[in-house]
Structure formats: structure tokens, C-alpha cells
């Protein structure tokens, strides 16, 4: 059968003109603006090979506003970089906003996203949360750390002191600091394969928080294979899963032992123990497997370490660019501690006021996640004026929340006095300064997190004088960030200590 030439454009025609009735009978909706796009990758090439994800897209919501839309491949995003409009989707909007949209990367990594940081906000989520809250990450599991803390940076000083003059790589001694701490607090301190976790850990970070092309077309199955980044995590995570199976077994083992009373192998209770407990819960509204308790424990890794690790190292790096910041806080590390025979006590920590303000400076200037983790819109919304469509991908730019000029005197500087005599705190009330994030999803772990920040800096402050090597200008000191999605510094910090 043939038409004619004619036929085919009335027919066109007839079509195009149902399609503007159809649309005009629907309610319009205003997305949030945004630079042109392309067919295909949509806004993508505003980003790719424009340096840093978080300032391209701050140099982007400079020109066109605090929201801002982008089509990145398939997935719709909106980008949020004014604390006001923060605000309004992190409090009013937060139940609309506070699904995590999944991911190839972290399904393989996570157990098909049975943790707690990349799940859906589901029943699992609420009931995750709870128990991380009152039981695995409390304040008072928290503080019985302590004595692992301390174990810990005891052989982090001695480490040190026993090198005598040569430069010291303190990003990788700080790295296995922090996952040592929670190596014990997670299994226990008889943990037998420790260093080939560590490294495995570090390789998963990587994968993780990379920006992941494929996500973007996730209609193009064949791309996830032709990337390869599905293999390198399938095998990742192989290794990972046959450590932690055995951590498991021994753990259940040893359970059983103390049952009949026979007595401890591992010590005090561990976040696995906390986990094999609940999981006899026979109440529980949605019950857990090994499968779940797996990816808890990696996500506590994840989640917590490189934060910790990274933040301290720009605590130290800045330091050392204002020799004046860093001998003060000496100074009053010294004081505090000084004739104390129990000078490590964790209390003591808090009586460091200076040191808290450098550590608060360095988390607005040096954002540990610069991007919260991506939310996903389960209901279309209205922000700003704007609609924000169903299932549409939210950025939340915490890093330019924290040097927003509207927000911050002087933002781009580093001036810990800023924060003397304010209110403004992190812990998600303060839309300029959301370095845990905020509302429904924020971090559970910022006080296991500070620990182990504050600890090795005020140790290694109290026992070292420090210095930059070859008699480097502090001014030369490399302060890039690295790329991917954790704000850490690039280039490993060499520092040399004199007792
Ligand atoms: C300086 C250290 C840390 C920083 C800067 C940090 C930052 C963050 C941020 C920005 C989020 C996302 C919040 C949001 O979406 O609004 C988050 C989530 C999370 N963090 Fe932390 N974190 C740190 C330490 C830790 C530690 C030590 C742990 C565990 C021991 C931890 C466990 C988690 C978990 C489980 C989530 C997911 C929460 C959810 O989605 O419900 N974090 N963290």
C-alpha cells in the first residue's frame, strides 16, 4: 500500500496538532532553568572536561540561579547551590526527597542496595536507620570505643616517632588509622585479614564514588559491559564477600561459645555482634540476612573512613599553609593536656576549643562530600517556582553552599575565628554549612567521625613539631582536591615530625 506525499504531511500535520491539543489540556509545568542541550547527552557536555564536578556546577548555577536543571544522558538532575532553596527541600519537601536513586555500581557493591546509604527510603531504611542510631552508632557504643582509639594512635605515634627525619606519607597513615579504628570497632580485634581488606576498601572507594558514564544511559545495558567497571566491581566485590563470610562464621562460632559460657575470643561487643543480635529479633518488620549485615558493615567503611581520613589530612595541609593557626592550636593542645597523667582521656578533646573551630573552618572549606549523595524526587514538587518532575535527580552542592558570598564573609579563606561566638553548627540546621548533609538522610555517624578526626590531630600536635620537607614554602604547599566525587586532597601530604 502507498500514500501520497500529500497524505503522509496531512496525516503529519493532523498528528502534530492532537499532540498540542493533548499537551494544552495538561497542567504546564516550569522546570528550573538551565544551560541548552544537545540531543542524546542532553547538558553533559557542560561538565565533561571542565575540571572539578563540584565548581563546574557552581561556575553553572552562578549564571542561572540556586536551582538549576540539567539532563545529563537519560537522567534528569537539578542541582541546588542557594542555602534558601537548600532549606525548603531538605525540611518542608525532605519526605519528597529523601529516596536514593540506584545505581549498577553500588548494586553490585551493596548486596542489591541492602545498606543504609545508597537503599530507597523504604520500611528496611527506617528500620536500618533506628538501629543505627539507638544501637550501632549511639553515643554510647560510640564512646566504648575508646579504648580502640586509643590502641590505635598509640601505634600511629610510635609508627611516627621510630621514623626519625624522614618525610612521612600522613595521608596513608592517616587512611589506615581511621580504617583501623573501624576494622576493630566493626569486627573485633582479632580480625585476621585486616590489611587486605584496607586495600580492597580503597578500591571500592574509588569505584564507588566515581562518576559512572553508564549510570547516565541506564537503557544501554551493553555499555555497563563495554566499560568494564562492572567486572572490576563484581570481582571487588568477590574478594570483599569471602572475607566478610568468614568474618561471619567466626563470629557466629564464637557466639556460640560464650553462650555455653566458655568465654570471649574477640574481646567486647562488635558492630557484627550488634548485628547477629538483632537479626534473632523475631519481631522485626522486615527481617535481616548475612546478606544485610554485610553491606551495613560496608557502608559504616565506606561512608565513614575516607571522610574522616580525608578531613584530617586538611586540617594538617592547612596548618601547615598558617604556621600562626597551627601554633596556636599546639599551643593549646599542650595546655590542656600538659600534667595530666590521663592526658588521652576523650573528655579532654572537648576542652579544645581552638581546635574545633580549625576543624569546623576546614569542614566548610574543604567539604569532605562536596555533592550529597544524589536524592531522588518521589512525588513531582514545586520549589521555588519551579516543578521538579517525578524521579528526577537532586545534587545538593554542599560545597558551594560553604563558600557562598550571600552566606560567608571572605568564603575562599581559610579563617577558623569565623566561626568564634556563632551559632552556626553542622548538624543540619544551617543550610550554608551541611557538611553531614541534613534532614531525614543525614549522617549517623558525625560523632564516631569526629573522634576520629579530632584524636590522631590532637595527639600529633601534642607529642611532634611538624614541617614541611625539603624546606618548602608553606605557600608551595599543593592544595588541589582530588576528582571524583570525595573532596580529599590529590597529592599525598609528606610531612616530617621532630619529637
Ligand atoms: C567527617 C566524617 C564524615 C562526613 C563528612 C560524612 C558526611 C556524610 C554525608 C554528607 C552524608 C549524606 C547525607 C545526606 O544525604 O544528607 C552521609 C551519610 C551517611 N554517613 Fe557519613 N560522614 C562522615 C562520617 C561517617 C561515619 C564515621 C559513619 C559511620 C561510622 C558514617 C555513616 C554514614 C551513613 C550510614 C550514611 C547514610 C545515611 C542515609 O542515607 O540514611 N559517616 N555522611
Same mark, same amino acid.
Given at each position: 500500500?502507498? &500514500?501520497?506525499? /500529500?497524505?503522509?504531511?496531512?496525516?503529519?500535520?493532523?498528528?502534530?496538532?492532537?499532540?498540542?491539543?493533548?499537551?494544552?489540556?495538561?497542567?504546564?509545568?516550569?522546570?528550573?532553568?538551565?544551560?541548552?542541550?544537545?540531543?542524546?547527552?542532553?547538558?553533559?557536555?557542560?561538565?565533561?572536561?571542565?575540571?572539578l564536578?563540584?565548581?563546574?556546577?557552581?561556575?553553572?548555577?552562578?549564571?542561572?540561579?540556586?536551582?538549576?536543571?540539567?539532563?545529563?544522558?537519560?537522567?534528569?538532575?537539578?542541582?541546588?547551590?542557594?542555602?534558601?532553596?537548600?532549606?525548603? *527541600?531538605?525540611?518542608?519537601?525532605? *519526605? #519528597?526527597?529523601?529516596?536514593?536513586? %540506584?545505581?549498577?555500581?553500588?548494586?553490585?557493591?551493596?548486596?542489591?542496595? @541492602?545498606?543504609? /546509604?545508597?537503599?530507597?527510603?523504604?520500611?528496611?531504611?527506617?528500620?536500618?536507620?533506628?538501629?543505627?542510631?539507638? %544501637?550501632?552508632?549511639?553515643?554510647?557504643?560510640? @564512646?566504648?570505643?575508646?579504648?580502640?582509639?586509643?590502641?590505635e594512635i598509640?601505634?600511629l605515634v610510635?609508627s611516627i616517632r621510630s621514623t626519625r627525619g624522614p618525610p612521612i606519607n600522613m595521608t596513608e597513615n592517616i587512611f589506615w588509622f581511621t580504617n583501623s579504628v573501624?576494622?576493630?570497632?566493626?569486627?573485633?580485634?582479632?580480625?585476621?585479614?585486616?590489611? $587486605?581488606?584496607i586495600?580492597?576498601?580503597k578500591?571500592?572507594f574509588i569505584?564507588?564514588?566515581?562518576?559512572?558514564?553508564?549510570?547516565?544511559?541506564?537503557?544501554?545495558?551493553?555499555?555497563?559491559?563495554?566499560?568494564?567497571?562492572?567486572?572490576?566491581?563484581?570481582?571487588?566485590?568477590?574478594?570483599?564477600?569471602?572475607?566478610? $563470610?568468614?568474618? *561471619?562464621?567466626?563470629?557466629?562460632?564464637? @557466639?556460640?561459645?560464650?553462650?555455653?559460657?566458655?568465654?570471649?575470643?574477640?574481646?567486647? $561487643?562488635?558492630?557484627?555482634?550488634?548485628?547477629?543480635?538483632?537479626?534473632?529479633? #523475631?519481631?522485626? =518488620?522486615?527481617?535481616?540476612?548475612?546478606?544485610?549485615?554485610?553491606?551495613?558493615?560496608?557502608?559504616?567503611?565506606?561512608?565513614?573512613s575516607e571522610t574522616s581520613a580525608a578531613i584530617t589530612i586538611w586540617v594538617l595541609s592547612e596548618m601547615m599553609k598558617n604556621p600562626n593557626i597551627m601554633a596556636?592550636a599546639q599551643? =593549646?593542645v599542650? %595546655?590542656?593536656?600538659?600534667?595530666?597523667?590521663?592526658?588521652?582521656?576523650? !573528655?579532654?578533646? !572537648?576542652?579544645?576549643?581552638?581546635l574545633?573551630?580549625v576543624i569546623?573552618e576546614t569542614l566548610r572549606l574543604h567539604t569532605p562530600?562536596p555533592?550529597?549523595?544524589?536524592?531522588?524526587?518521589? $512525588?513531582?514538587?514545586?520549589?521555588?517556582?519551579?516543578?521538579?518532575?517525578?524521579?528526577?535527580?537532586?545534587?545538593?552542592?554542599?560545597? /558551594?553552599?560553604?563558600?557562598?558570598? !550571600?552566606?560567608?564573609?571572605?568564603?575562599?579563606?581559610f579563617?577558623p575565628?569565623?566561626? !568564634?561566638?556563632?551559632?552556626?553548627?553542622?548538624?543540619?540546621?544551617?543550610?550554608? +554549612?551541611?557538611? +553531614?548533609?541534613?534532614?531525614?538522610?543525614?549522617?549517623?555517624?558525625?560523632?564516631?567521625g569526629? &573522634?576520629n578526626v579530632k584524636l590522631p590531630l590532637a595527639e600529633l600536635l601534642y607529642h611532634f613539631e611538624w614541617e614541611l620537607p625539603y624546606g618548602m614554602n608553606p605557600k608551595d604547599l599543593d592544595m588541589t582536591e582530588t576528582h571524583g566525587?570525595s573532596g580529599a586532597k590529590q597529592n599525598d601530604l609528606y610531612l616530617v615530625a621532630r619529637s
Amino acid at each position: 500500500m502507498y &500514500f501520497s506525499l /500529500a497524505t503522509i504531511v496531512s496525516l503529519l500535520l493532523f498528528f502534530s496538532f492532537l499532540v498540542i491539543l493533548v499537551s494544552k489540556g495538561k497542567k504546564q509545568i516550569k522546570l528550573p532553568p538551565g544551560p541548552w542541550r544537545l540531543p542524546f547527552i542532553g547538558s553533559l557536555h557542560h561538565l565533561i572536561g571542565r575540571g572539578l564536578l563540584h565548581r563546574t556546577l557552581r561556575n553553572l548555577a552562578q549564571r542561572y540561579g540556586g536551582v538549576m536543571y540539567l539532563q545529563l544522558g537519560e537522567i534528569p538532575v537539578v542541582i541546588i547551590s542557594s542555602p534558601t532553596i537548600a532549606k525548603e *527541600l531538605l525540611t518542608t519537601h525532605d *519526605l #519528597a526527597f529523601s529516596d536514593r536513586p %540506584q545505581s549498577t555500581s553500588t548494586n553490585i557493591i551493596f548486596y542489591n542496595n @541492602k545498606d543504609i /546509604a545508597f537503599c530507597p527510603r523504604d520500611n528496611y531504611w527506617k528500620q536500618m536507620r533506628k538501629i543505627c542510631n539507638v %544501637q550501632l552508632l549511639s553515643a554510647k557504643m560510640v @564512646k566504648s570505643f575508646g579504648a580502640i582509639r586509643k590502641d590505635e594512635i598509640s601505634s600511629l605515634v610510635s609508627s611516627i616517632r621510630s621514623t626519625r627525619g624522614p618525610p612521612i606519607n600522613m595521608t596513608e597513615n592517616i587512611f589506615w588509622f581511621t580504617n583501623s579504628v573501624t576494622c576493630s570497632a566493626a569486627f573485633g580485634k582479632m580480625f585476621k585479614d585486616r590489611d $587486605e581488606f584496607i586495600k580492597l576498601l580503597k578500591d571500592i572507594f574509588i569505584l564507588v564514588s566515581g562518576f559512572d558514564v553508564a549510570d547516565l544511559f541506564p537503557s544501554w545495558k551493553l555499555l555497563h559491559k563495554l566499560s568494564g567497571a562492572e567486572s572490576r566491581l563484581m570481582n571487588v566485590h568477590k574478594k570483599v564477600d569471602e572475607i566478610m $563470610e568468614d568474618i *561471619l562464621k567466626e563470629h557466629l562460632e564464637n @557466639k556460640a561459645t560464650r553462650n555455653k559460657g566458655i568465654g570471649d575470643q574477640f574481646g567486647g $561487643e562488635d558492630l557484627v555482634d550488634v548485628l547477629l543480635t538483632v537479626m534473632e529479633d #523475631a519481631e522485626l =518488620e522486615c527481617p535481616i540476612t548475612n546478606d544485610h549485615i554485610k553491606a551495613v558493615i560496608l557502608d559504616i567503611f565506606v561512608a565513614g573512613s575516607e571522610t574522616s581520613a580525608a578531613i584530617t589530612i586538611w586540617v594538617l595541609s592547612e596548618m601547615m599553609k598558617n604556621p600562626n593557626i597551627m601554633a596556636k592550636a599546639q599551643k =593549646e593542645v599542650r %595546655q590542656v593536656f600538659r600534667g595530666k597523667k590521663n592526658y588521652d582521656d576523650e !573528655e579532654n578533646l !572537648e576542652k579544645l576549643t581552638y581546635l574545633n573551630l580549625v576543624i569546623k573552618e576546614t569542614l566548610r572549606l574543604h567539604t569532605p562530600v562536596p555533592l550529597l549523595p544524589p536524592r531522588e524526587c518521589r $512525588e513531582q514538587t514545586d520549589i521555588d517556582g519551579y516543578t521538579i518532575p517525578l524521579k528526577t535527580r537532586i545534587l545538593v552542592n554542599a560545597w /558551594a553552599l560553604a563558600r557562598d558570598p !550571600e552566606s560567608w564573609h571572605d568564603p575562599e579563606s581559610f579563617i577558623p575565628e569565623r566561626f !568564634e561566638n556563632s551559632s552556626i553548627d553542622f548538624m543540619g540546621n544551617h543550610f550554608e +554549612f551541611i557538611p +553531614f548533609g541534613a534532614g531525614r538522610r543525614i549522617c549517623p555517624g558525625i560523632l564516631f567521625g569526629l &573522634f576520629n578526626v579530632k584524636l590522631p590531630l590532637a595527639e600529633l600536635l601534642y607529642h611532634f613539631e611538624w614541617e614541611l620537607p625539603y624546606g618548602m614554602n608553606p605557600k608551595d604547599l599543593d592544595m588541589t582536591e582530588t576528582h571524583g566525587l570525595s573532596g580529599a586532597k590529590q597529592n599525598d601530604l609528606y610531612l616530617v615530625a621532630r619529637s
